[in-house]
């Protein structure tokens, strides 16, 4: 007999289940279900000290001792899974100062590897830096430099972006520069996370939330 029932859903790029973490026994967040598909953004919400930027930085595979579980496309993944597939776009943005705006992504190249179909002076142009490829990183105004590592996003092929307060520092045009990537990497069948204190002004995407309590803060 055929079968004419839907096929099952795909598994979510990310899901965690039960994650928490705890520092020197003090609880920064959980125990707390999550889930990101592709084509998806999360948008995390949450005062200050509630424990966001812990959370993207459990889920980029930096911190470890988390408690829980993660999966990624459903088979459970440890810390080295979690960072083959996801690229953290930080406080600390991990530039070289002494480098050049394209020496610092072609290092970020050289140890995560490149998209194809997209090159160093493209993504530069992407962000509004084109003309500045030359310059070292250490000249850039806090806003260029943000522009940098949204550069260094677009090249490196991690599937999911962990976006922790993106649009810091960012002008009103890099405002919108961010909304518009985040939508063609989701378009693409990426993910993001994002936690944000501001709105977040793109309505173009399936967005999910979640929202951390401020309670140990
Ligand atoms: N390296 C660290 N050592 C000790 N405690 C830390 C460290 N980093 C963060 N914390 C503590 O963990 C808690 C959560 O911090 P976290 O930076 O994750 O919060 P957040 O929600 O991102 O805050 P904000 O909105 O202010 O950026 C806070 O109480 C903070 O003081």
Partial sequence: MT???????PAPLLEARGLRFCRNDDPVFGPLDLQVGSGEALLVHGGNGSGKTTLLRVLAGLLDGAQGQIFVDGERAGRDRIAQVSALLGHLLGHKG??????????????????????????????????FEDAPARQFSAGQRK?????????????????????????????GLVNRL??????????????????YATGAVRTRTLTLDAAHA
């Fill in 98 to 131: 002494e480098l050049s705006a394209s020496e610092n992504l072609r290092f970020a190249i050289g140890l995560y590897g490149c998209r194809s179909g997209i090159t160093v002076d493209m993504a530069l142009a992407s962000v509004g830096l084109a003309g």
């Fill in 3 to 9: 079968d004419f029932s839907d096929p099952p859903a």
């Fill in 147 to 175: 522009r940098l590592a949204l550069a260094r996003l677009l090249l490196v092929p991690a599937r999911l972006w962990l976006l922790d307060e993106p649009y810091a520092n960012l002008d009103l045009a890099g405002i």
């Fill in 182 to 199: 985040v939508e063609r990497h989701l378009a693409k069948g990426g993910a993001a996370l994002i936690t944000s204190h501001g709105a």
